[in-house]
């Protein structure tokens, strides 16, 4: 059989990619299915310090000698101890899971970590994956016209973004709480009939050049966006933002911003969105945020403290209204710290070996999955990697993890790259 050079190259490139996804064609078992129906995903971006939060250790000094830099207390989790700075969370830990030995290799730099933690890939000069977030969207789909199926509390970043899903699954993001996502509100000298008038025409644009390349995917999807963002703009969702509406004890119990987003997640929740990223934006608190190098680590018990306030009061407000079972609460981070302290008393980055904390969804709580070893710098019992920690997510969301999605160009890429749920978690 004679190739030439564009054929060859084509049949070995189907061959090479056919390979690895030949043994996803058949999981060996049935992936368990949980009951979830949504995800409130809080981010500690700049890498949240498991070992002085949800995996203390023996004490340290601060100086020469490695360790928790804090006391240690006791949890609803019988012989289960974190740190003194979660009280409130220790009480509710019995609706919780602590997966304590994720592991992954880019714990050099915050961005590519990011990106992984969220896409369970490491970036590609070919592919641009979608997060988890938009994979959610895409898979679950709107329970609503009226609000979107994923909403991001924090700045837009290539770590949340849709990917080669394309536009119509990504993200309305918020960086105040108050008005809601500024490109849903209507400017004040737009008076209703102005605004119909606009989109009228938008409308007749939108006939004509579906006219003109009718099988565009990319204009219909634009298309399809415009549509559903006028229908957000509309009271429905719009009126989640008023969290007056809300007890002021209530408000009170979550606490400052951070709680005051997890508070609105939860609304969210309730109003249909099926995915929403609440980012721990207070690094004013101690200056660097989780990102505990040198003098930041002084003042990290106060992000800790936040963390607790908002955590816990989300736990229970879910609980109160009969979300808890529906909704998986997650606490993520780019990667955990090292047990040893660097010569300003900070702490470096560690992905050998760090924590994610889930609540709810159905799964089976009051467990710890995983150990690092006496010092708190490796893994000692049921390593994870990203993708077993995306697979544990999506089969508590009852999304089969091994699904084939699809690229504009019908390239099939697994949801998960060969990610095994932790099947303890599941009835």
Excluded at 33 to 50: H, R, T, V, Y
Excluded at 176 to 183: A, C, D, H, M
Excluded at 363 to 389: C, N, W, Y
Aim: glycine fraction near 12%; aromatic fraction near 8%; hydrophobic fraction near 35%.
């Amino acid at each position: 059989m004679n190739l030439n050079r564009r054929e060859f190259l084509k049949a070995s490139a189907a061959t090479a990619f056919a390979a690895p996804l030949a043994g996803l064609a058949a999981p060996a078992k049935p992936v368990p299915k949980g009951k979830a129906e949504a995800c409130i995903f809080l981010w500690m971006g700049g890498g949240m310090a498991q070992i002085d939060t949800f995996d203390p250790k023996g004490r340290g000094d601060g100086k020469k000698v490695p360790g928790c830099a804090y006391e240690t207390i006791g949890t609803a989790i019988p012989g289960v101890k974190i740190s003194e700075h979660l009280r409130q969370t220790a009480a509710v830990l019995d609706r919780c899971v602590l997966l304590r030995s994720l592991s992954h290799e880019q714990f050099a730099e915050h961005g590519a970590a990011t990106y992984l933690v969220h896409t369970a890939r490491k970036p590609s000069e070919t592919v641009v994956y979608p997060s988890i977030g938009s994979v959610v969207a895409h898979q679950l789909g709107p329970r609503s016209e009226s609000v979107p199926p994923y909403v991001v509390m924090g700045y837009p970043n290539i770590a949340r973004d849709p990917g080669f899903l394309g536009p119509q699954h990504g993200y309305v993001y918020l960086t105040q709480l108050e008005t809601g996502p500024n490109g849903l509100i209507r400017a004040p000298d737009v008076d209703i009939a102005r605004q119909q008038r606009r989109e009228g025409l938008l409308s007749a644009w939108q006939k004509e050049l579906n006219r003109r390349a009718p099988g565009d995917k990319a204009a219909a999807a634009q298309s399809e966006i415009s549509r559903r963002g006028f229908k957000m703009a509309g009271p429905d969702f719009m009126n989640v933002f008023d969290l007056a509406h809300e007890p002021k004890t209530l408000r009170e119990n979550y606490g400052g911003e951070f709680g005051q987003r997890c508070l609105l997640a939860r609304r969210l929740v309730q109003s249909g969105v099926r995915f929403v990223e609440v980012s721990f934006n207070l690094n004013f608190i101690n200056g660097t945020g989780w990102d505990t190098h040198n003098e930041g680590q002084r003042d990290q018990h106060k992000l800790i403290e936040e963390l607790d306030k908002a955590f816990a009061t989300l736990v229970l407000d879910l609980e109160r209204h009969k979300l808890l079972e529906k909704t998986l609460v997650v606490i993520a981070t780019e990667f955990g710290r090292p047990p040893g302290f660097d010569s300003r008393g900070g702490r470096g980055h560690q992905s050998h070996g760090f924590t994610s904390v889930l609540a709810g969804g159905g799964l089976r709580s009051g467990q710890v999955i995983g150990a690092t070893d006496d010092g708190g710098g490796k893994i000692a019992e049921h390593p994870l990697t990203m993708a077993d920690f995306h697979a544990t997510m999506h089969c508590a969301l009852g999304i089969n993890p091994h699904k084939r999605i699809y690229t504009p160009d019908d390239r099939p890429v697994p949801i998960t790259d060969f990610g095994r749920p932790v099947e303890k978690l599941f009835s």
